[in-house]
């Protein structure tokens, strides 16, 4: 555990290139490794996440390596032909991972044995065997569905149709993997829209997926079973979750223009950017373009007053990732904000709901809980920070509270800054870059 503390930032002033996206790196690894021939990827997000992801390829028999100037080569193994992980999968701290991967090896006749740390060891993940165990499987975890679990894969996978009960990514990429290897069609309905990188990554490497709207309004996505997935090279754009630290930081502080580019724009993920524009924040998407299926941009930043705003439930599968960042703009902004439709955030890395108001309460900012909506007491400049946070495991809220104490009137410290390298190796390397002036402290 390293502790890190963030003090006083002068202005923000230059360019960034984020960290690549982590949901498209895990998919590409993923799909890369299903498909037949040599698959190269640049730009994959070189986190803690994703390594794990890599690893547990692997370990199913792919063969992944790194070449020397930083991009990666897949020799995939085809559908269908996994081999039987010799010791326990460990994911981490990565939950799109070891649910990915669950949905994957379902269809599979193969027992792979699932683990990782403290905190996705206390993440639901029978939202992910629910549908498995339909399509087949059998999957035997602690109580409450959570791991160390065993998934004993299908030897002959059921297609199914499933209505997600919870907006999750995941569990929808889930069900889709489990669908490559099972026959016929494999459906999953989504009364929210949820962000849609393993449809855009399925047909980049050749499989059939088409989208419908359902009589109630929901997205019905169909995957066709046992396609030929071919080897496809891509370059994984810029993670927008990642980029919303710096791009917070460059709004807060005074006299900031940054430009963070080669940012994925997909609109599933672009609640924040929208939100911040709702705020009064100068954030202009530039030189738009696609990049293996994805829109991507270059983001520009400058800093001015934000307000507080309301934000509806129905944005939240758009910017699950983004409340704790978005809470520290809403402690700077003039008025109240008020977020709606934040159940989801109890089950992230940590109960992101609690974080984010404790964190906040220390450093000085009223913020209540009632049920799942979240509401912060802009305070209309800066905060008194001064405080010192519990990370518990959780990379984002170690990177907002970070990015509060740049722009608090006192520094403030995060007891474990290591995490970070789940989702944003050199982060605070980059963020001193532009201006910042976050150090190790003292344990
Ligand atoms: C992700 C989906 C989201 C998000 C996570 C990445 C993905 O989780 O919070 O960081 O890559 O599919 P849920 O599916 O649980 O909403």
Redesign the pocket.
């Known amino acids: 555990m390293t502790p890190l503390i963030s003090g006083t930032a002068s202005a923000l002033r230059g360019r960034l290139v984020a960290p690549g996206d982590?949901?498209?790196s895990?998919?590409a690894l993923i799909l890369g490794a299903l498909a037949v021939g040599r698959t190269r990827i640049g730009g994959l997000l070189e986190g803690e996440d994703v390594l794990r992801t890599a690893a547990a390829m692997g370990a199913l028999g792919a063969g992944i390596a790194r070449d020397g100037n930083g991009s990666w080569t897949i020799d995939g193994i085809g559908l269908g032909a996994l081999a039987e992980p010799q010791d326990v999968l460990d994911l981490g701290n990565s939950?799109?991972g070891a649910?990915?991967l669950m949905g994957l090896v379902a269809s599979h006749p193969i027992t792979t044995f699932f683990t990782g740390d403290a905190s996705l060891r206390r993440r639901p993940m029978a939202?992910v065997a629910a549908p498995l165990e339909r399509i087949g499987a059998r999957i035997v975890a602690r109580d409450g569905g959570r791991m160390p679990l065993a998934v004993i894969g299908a030897s002959t996978p059921l297609p199914i149709a499933y209505r997600l009960p919870?907006?999750?990514?995941?569990?929808?990429?889930a069900v889709l993997l489990a669908g490559l290897n099972a026959p016929g069609e494999t459906s999953v309905i989504e009364p929210q829209p949820?962000?849609d990188?393993?449809e855009r990554m399925l047909r980049h490497f050749g499989a059939a997926v088409s989208t419908a709207e359902e009589p109630d309004g929901a997205r019905r996505i169909t995957l066709q079973g046992q396609p030929e997935l071919r080897a496809a090279d891509l370059l994984v754009p810029g993670d927008p979750?990642s980029a919303a630290f710096p791009a917070v930081a460059a709004l807060l502080l005074p006299g900031s223009e940054v430009v963070i580019e080669g940012v994925g724009v997909n609109p599933l993920r672009t609640g924040l950017y929208e939100t911040l524009r709702e705020m009064g924040a100068a954030v202009d998407f530039g030189n738009e373009r696609m990049a293996a299926g994805e829109p991507v941009a270059d983001l520009a930043l400058r800093a001015g007053a934000l307000s507080g705003v309301e934000v509806p439930a129905e944005r939240a599968?758009r910017m699950?990732?983004e409340y704790p960042i978005l809470a520290v703009a809403a402690a700077f902004a003039k008025g109240r904000t008020v977020m709606h439709g934040l159940g989801?955030l109890r089950?992230?890395?940590s109960d992101r709901l609690g974080a984010i108001a404790q964190g906040l309460a220390a450093c000085g900012v009223s913020a209540t809980i009632a049920g799942d909506t979240l509401t912060v007491e802009g305070l209309g400049g800066p905060p008194p920070g001064g405080a010192d946070i519990a990370t518990r495991l959780d990379h984002r809220i170690a990177m907002a509270f970070l990015v509060l104490g740049m722009a608090a009137e006192r520094p403030v410290r995060v007891d474990d800054g290591d995490t970070i390298a789940t989702?944003f190796p050199g982060f605070v390397a980059a963020m001193n870059r532009l201006g910042a002036a976050i150090a190790p402290a003292r344990p």
């Open positions: 982590k949901s498209v895990h998919r939950g799109t649910r990915l939202r919870v907006a999750s990514a995941q569990v929808k990429s949820t962000r990188h393993s979750s599968p699950i990732d989801e089950v992230k890395e989702s």
